[in-house]
Structure formats: structure tokens, C-alpha cells
């Protein structure tokens, strides 16, 4: 099945309940290859939901969630990461009583390529080395701070050589100087192919990083477009304008 | 297979050879059957160490396993004349499917929930056989001293269990070390540490715990119907004996959960410890004399509870923290 | 009737689950605890057993504020497994202490308080008195739960811990009381058995598995669920007996556990979250 412009994820009309609160509204986006797509929007607007949903951790009510023209709909998240789908977490889930380098054999393995033990060793010293955290590789994860297990996360996550890599708040609780380290990282891993849909918080970071953004409030989407476009949208000021600093960035950086 | 060729596997494994060879050269029967209980001891934590250690699911009744092979076993050779080696694996594969029917379901359940539901399933299996009139109902079976004569006389009957057990017992300690070093494995220990996480990595956990479940059952079977085979003599409270796997988890948690050496350290150190408090003096406490045969039990929480609450790790996963280089060679 | 005893052991269960989410596993051995020490206490020192029963509240309560302090409160922040297992061990070394002191013969107290009703309808007065002791105990608790200062600190621990703790409650003291009332509910049901039936060291975890069914079905944490789930069990175990040999009522028994589990493992009236 050929798409002409290759269409990575499609998600469509992704409606989310829990019990009696709606978490996802008919949430509809896509994404292109290659492309770093930005969701960002106030606290608990859905986006960390809608990764689930895209993930398989939980089935939509409604919609539908595309994959390269495969409706993955509902799919478990095993299946999904088969599929070439990786991600990480907001709160980062190391494999604590495994080394560093076992967490990242374990990605590689279970991941698309479904590599031997021996095979995803290799892939996983190399990945160890771009994150660079080469000099810990035979440590237990769960002595590493936490800079470091977000770069084993996102290591485990990179060892599958996913097609999608969507990334959930990487940047969260990182000092600037570990910020610009961790953007040039993510813009190392887009021009090495991979597509990437990430959260973020951290406005001046995800605005410069992203091709287009995508803006959740309440469950829905309330804004699409490039950075410039969304900074400029009223709509999305005013989701924000219960916080008036980060409205007056916004304001700022599209100047 | 290059893992089969690990030094490490071999050391461990000439080591039990060489023990448990020493019986066999002496013809001494009394050291047969205390090797006997401990080589069993061994399979039965080893085994528990599968689902418990590599997995995370702390199974309380893993005793139904070698009760159910013993039973099926015991039936066979008494019905059918089966041999006994035959019979043990008849019961090792029984069992196993006992366990893969089971544990479809309860594997679904988590922790304490999957613990609890274990003991209620070896308790369930106890107090059906106890009913169950093919069975024995709850006198159990025993064998016509004939059965033996087909293995040349009970003594030679006793000799060959004890082959047995030796072979079982290395066969699970290989089983246990191929398990921890392949991609099956780590399956199983990213399962332990955030089932979760390993579904989002790509690990199909159903399918794996099902897997690990049916070996945890495979070779308790097979070491309870060579035990009953040896013993003329089956019956439900002994066969499902729910102390036994508790006893089994303490060895694993005393040597080290998760690795291959700790379950048979563990083994080893809590039969000695428990022989040598059987022969101790009794205790003269509040008048009352208290032999430690009877506070066997009572010793067995208290170590559990030390090792729980201090030293989780166990003795092997104490010295693997400790000295990060013996990591490597101490599996 | 039975079901109202039953229910006062499922009750401590679920109570320490629901406040600590802790799965006491040394509850059969404290409710074996309760038997012995009302037996001790009656026979060895003339107490009027109802006395003595007052009196093993107080050694269900010590106890279990002990057992918590030393065993549970280490690992209480742990996974649930470490701390299923630390009961686990005190559960073993109770009964291993308890069998090697009193080894596993029968032991009976005896009580007598005649007989009510006539005909075909004939209740033991020690029935209806445990009962009623057991409906008392109850009342207590809720009222202790609901109405007292400790008992709303309680149950803001269950709630939210790291709140309380902001709102200046000792948590860990609520945590030890919580387990100790615990304990203290298996203690008395396992008194008040003590004055029906005959009693051995190991009786306790029989108690203890019915517990779980119970407390599993009424709902892990909810104590009404338990006191429900209790009176049922009673029910359906003095209905089943009139129609299937007692051989298989275990059976059934652990049979049905295991299926609860499976099914609802909320329970009929739903776990507290």
C-alpha cells in the first residue's frame, strides 16, 4: 500500500473516557516521516492519554489510530512496538535490577528488528555510546540519577530503531545545560530518520524543535500548526492565560 | 549453543557431579538419602526460582506440581506397571499441562493477588485428592512391594531413584542457567521489574509467565514422582505439603533470588541448618523443653523474615552488589 | 450466625489492607492466638472466659501493634510482595512457636451457657453471646472509625498518607494502631470460636483462608463488604453441609477462592481504590 505523502501515524477522532471524565475529544493530527511533532498544552489536557492510546496501553472509545496505512487501533502495546512504534515515559520506568546495557539489550531484542541477544548487543553498545553513557554501561539502572535514566530510557526506546519514536516530557526536570545537550540528541536521532512525536513543557525548547505543534486543552484539540502560527493563536494564549508567565513568553518568543 | 559452553555452568555442574557422585562410589545409603532430599531441594527452588526469581510471581503453592507429579507417576507404575522413569516424565508432562491450563488465568493476576491464589490452588488439589477415590482418596497409595522386583529389589529400586534425582537435578540446574542467559530470560526479568514497561518494549507477557510457569512445574514433577517412587508410599498431605514450597521460596530468598547458583546454595545451606538444629539439644525455655525439630518452622520465619527485611538480595545477590566484578562470574 | 464471627475476622483483614494495603498473612496465626490465649487465661488462671476474651482484645491489639512495628513498618514503603512476605514469615514463626509449645492435640474450653429455643429450633447460648459480642465489636468499630478523633486519623492514613502526615498525624503510630485493631478483630473471632468449638494451634489458618474468601469477596479494604461477605459465607457453609459429604466443602471452599480471585477480584461490593 503506497502513500504518496508517507504519512506516519493518522490518528483519527481518538475519543478517551475514563469512569466520568473525558479525557480525549475527538483528537484528530497526523504525522509526516520525518517530521518532529510537537504536542504541548496545560496540565492534564490528554496528551500524556493520547500516547497511551497511540501505544496500545489502553483502547480508545472511538477512533482510530493509523499506523503506515495499519489500523492499530487497540493493538497491545507488544504488538505495537513490533510494529516500530518506541517511547518513552514522563516518569521514567528503568528496568532497576538490570545494567544499563541489559535495559538497552532488552529494547533492541524486543523491539522491530526482533534481534538475537548477541546482534542486539551491538545495536545497543552503539546507542549507549550516542546518549553517551557509555562509561555506565554496567551499572544497575537504578543507581543512575535521574539525567541519566531518562538518557537510558530514551536509549531503550532508540535501540528498537524505531520508525516513530514519541517522547513523553524527556526534557522535564533537566538543567539547561542538559536541555540543549538532550535537543541536540533528538535532532541527531530526526536526521537519522526517524520520525518523532514529543510532549513538552518547556515552551522555548519545543517551539524551537518542532516542525508543527499540536495543541491540547481539556481533551481537545484547540490548535495546529507550525510554531510561529500556534504562538500567535488566541485560542491557545487563552488556554494558557491562567498561567500569565507563560502567556507572556509565548507572546515573547513570537516576536 | 555457545552459552552451554560457559565456564561458569561447568564449574557448577562438575562440582554437583562430584558430590553427588560420592554415595555412588562408597555404596553408602545413608549419604544417598540425605543427597537424595538435598539434590531434590535443590530442583524444587531452582524450579520456584523460575517463576518467582527470573519472573517476579511469587508462587506459595508450587508444591501442587510435585504433588501432581507424583501422582500421576505413582498411579501409572501401580496401574500399569509402567517403568519409572517413564512414569516420572508421563507426571513431569501431566503436570506441565496442569500448569499451562492454570496459569493462563492466574498468571493474569498480580503479586499478592497471584500469591494468594497459588496457595488456593495447592490447598484446592490437596483437599480434592484427599476426596478423590482413583487416588487413594485421603489414605493414598502404596505400593505392592513387587513393583520393586521389576528393577531388581527395593535396594536397587532405591539406588536407581537416586540416579534419577542426580540427572533431574542437573538437567534443572542447566535448564536454569540456559533460561537467565537467553532472550527468554530477559524477558522474564523485565517482566519482574515493570510488566509495563515490558510490554512497551515489545515483551508478550502472557505468553512468557505461561512459559516460565510450565518449567517451574516440569521439573517438581519429575522429583516428586522419583520421591514417591522411592518412598513405596504416596498420600495427599505429604504430596501437596504447602510447607514444602514455602520452604523452597525461603531457599531461594536465602541464597539469592534470581540467579542460578542461589537457589542450590540456598538449598544446601537450609537442609544442613535444619538437620543440625534437629540433632541440637532441646531448648529449656519458661520450663518448657523445646527441641528445635519441632521450632523448624518457627527458624524458617526467622530467616525469612531477616532475609526479607535485611538482605533481600539473598546471599548470592548480597555478594553480587557487594563486588560488582564478581557480577560477571557469579550468575 | 456463625457468618457474624466470620465476619469480625474478615473485618480485621480487610481493615489492614484498606488503611496500609499490607495483606496480613500472620492473621490465621493470631486468630489461633485468640484461642489459645482465652483457653490460658481461663484455665490456667479462673478467669470467666468472657473476661479473658476482653482481656485477649488487648493481647490481639499488643500483638499486632508489635508485629507491625518490628516486622512491617520497615518495608511498608515497599512492594507489596515484601511485605506479604514479611507476615508470611511471623505467620510461620507464630504457629512454629505455638506448635512446638503446644503441640498440635485439640484443646477445648468449656462453656457452658445452656440452650435457647425448643423443638426443632435449639441455639447454644454461647452461640447467641458470640454473636452478640461479635455485633458489639462491630458497633464499636464503626463507631470508633467515625465518631473518634484517632479513628478520622485513621482513616485519613488509608486516604492519602503523605497528607496526613502534612496535617501533623503520626502516621506511623496510626499505622501500628490500625494493624493492631486488625490483629485485635482476629484475635476476638478467634477467641469467641474458642468458646463453640474445639481448637488446635493450627485451626487458625483454616479461619484464615475463610477470611480471605470473605474479604475477597466483600471487597479487598471494605469493612462492610466484610461483615456482608462473612454472613454469606456462614449461610452457604451451614446450607452446603446438608448436601454435600464435608469432605468436599474445602474443597469447594478453596475452589471458590481461587475463582473470586479470578473473576471479581474487586469483590461483590467493590475494593477501596
Known sequence: MTTATSVILDAQKISKRFGGLLALDQVTFSINAGEILGIIGPNGAGKTTMFNVVNGVYPPQEGKVIFRGEDITGLPPYDVSKRGVARTHQVVRPLGELTVRENVIAGACFGRENLSLTAAGRVADEVIDFVGLSPRKELLASKLNVAQKKRLEMARALAAHPILLLLDEVLAGLNPNEVADMLSVVRKIREQGVTILMIEHLMHAVMNISDRIVVLDYGKKIAEGTPQQVSNNPKVIEAYLGDPKVAQRFLEGAR | MKNLLNPFLWIILVVVVAIAAVPIVTGDASLRETLFLILMLVVLASSVNIITGYTGYVSFGNVVFFGLGGYFAFYLMQNYQAHFAFAALIGGIGATLVAVLIGVPVLRLRGAYFALATIGINEAMRTFVNSFEPFGGSVGMFFNYEVYNAYGGAKNALWLAYDGIVVVALVTIVASFLIKKSKFGLGLMAIREDQDAAQVIGINPVRSKVIAYAFSAFFPALAGALFFFKNGIIEPNVAFDLLRSIEALVMVMLGGYGTVVGPVVGALVYERLSTLLIIAPPLNLFGMSLGFSQLHLAIAGLLLLIIVLFVTAGFVGWLRQQFPRVRRYLE | ?273
Open chain 3, 1 to 273: 450466625m456463625l457468618g457474624f464471627i466470620y465476619g469480625l475476622a474478615a473485618m480485621g483483614l480487610t481493615l489492614i489492607f484498606g488503611v496500609m494495603r499490607v495483606i496480613n498473612l500472620a492473621h490465621g496465626a493470631v486468630i489461633a492466638l485468640g484461642m489459645f490465649s482465652v483457653y490460658l487465661l481461663t484455665n490456667r488462671l479462673g478467669l470467666n472466659p468472657y473476661l479473658a476474651l476482653a482481656f485477649s482484645l488487648f493481647i490481639g491489639l499488643a500483638f499486632g501493634i508489635a508485629i507491625y512495628l518490628i516486622a512491617v513498618h520497615r518495608v511498608i514503603n515497599a512492594p507489596e510482595l515484601t511485605t506479604l512476605l514479611a507476615t508470611f514469615s511471623v505467620n510461620l514463626i507464630i504457629i512454629g512457636l505455638g506448635t512446638a509449645v503446644f503441640t498440635t492435640s485439640p484443646y477445648a474450653l468449656d462453656v457452658n451457657l445452656g440452650t435457647y429455643g425448643s423443638g426443632a429450633v435449639t441455639i447454644l447460648g454461647t452461640k447467641v453471646v458470640a454473636v452478640l459480642v461479635a455485633i458489639l465489636v462491630t458497633a464499636g468499630l464503626y463507631l470508633f472509625l467515625y465518631r473518634t478523633r484517632t479513628g478520622k486519623s485513621i482513616r485519613a492514613v488509608a486516604n492519602n498518607r503523605s497528607a496526613a502526615e502534612v496535617m501533623g498525624i503520626n502516621t506511623t503510630a496510626m499505622l501500628a494502631l490500625s494493624f493492631g485493631i486488625g490483629t485485635m478483630l482476629a484475635a476476638i473471632s478467634g477467641g469467641l470460636m474458642a468458646t463453640l468449638f474445639a481448637f488446635t494451634i493450627l485451626s487458625g489458618t483454616g479461619y484464615e483462608v475463610k477470611s480471605f474468601v470473605i474479604v475477597v469477596l466483600g471487597g479487598l479494604g471494605n469493612p462492610t463488604g466484610a461483615l456482608v461477605g462473612g454472613i454469606l459465607i456462614g449461610l452457604l457453609e451451614g446450607i452446603t453441609t446438608i448436601f454435600i459429604p464435608i469432605g468436599w466443602v474445602p474443597v469447594i471452599e478453596y475452589v471458590a477462592f481461587v475463582l473470586v480471585l479470578l473473576v471479581r477480584p474487586t469483590g461483590l461490593f467493590g475494593a477501596r481504590a
